[in-house]
């Protein structure tokens, strides 16, 4: 008998799902976009697709659209700071009971993975 079993240590991690995210650091320079190129990395390495709208000191950029919403299976909060018009995220929350995971703009950049198991 084969006492070596392939396991998958991935268990948690659902197939394919389609992500946003919004990032936002207090300065709104460099960690905002660190953190959108790392969950954007980390969700193609998973096998994910992300759409992630940056709120900094250009303003809001890559903006989630109502259609990015309604097909998202998962919200990812990486902030520091209040996120602008939250409230068309919670709309989801309620409406369609899809899971918001909020983080600091440090854990999106050193561990973004870990977003996607939860």
């Known amino acids: 008998m084969n006492m070596n079993m392939n396991m998958n240590t991935n268990m948690n991690i659902k197939e394919s799902m389609k992500v946003v995210a919004v990032t936002a650091c207090p300065t709104g320079i460099a960690h905002t976009y660190m953190a959108a190129e790392s969950l954007t990395l980390a969700a193609k390495e998973l096998g994910h697709q992300i759409k992630v709208e940056t709120q ?15 097909a998202a299976d998962l919200i990812i909060f990486a902030s520091d700071i209040a996120i602008d018009e939250r409230e068309r995220f919670e709309i ?10 909020e983080t600091s703009v440090k854990k999106a950049i050193t561990n973004p993975q870990e977003l996607f198991i939860k």
């Open 92 to 101: 989801q929350r309620r409406e369609r009971g899809i899971k918001i995971i």
């Open 56 to 70: 900094g000191a250009m303003g809001v950029e890559n903006e989630i659209t109502d259609e990015d919403l309604k």
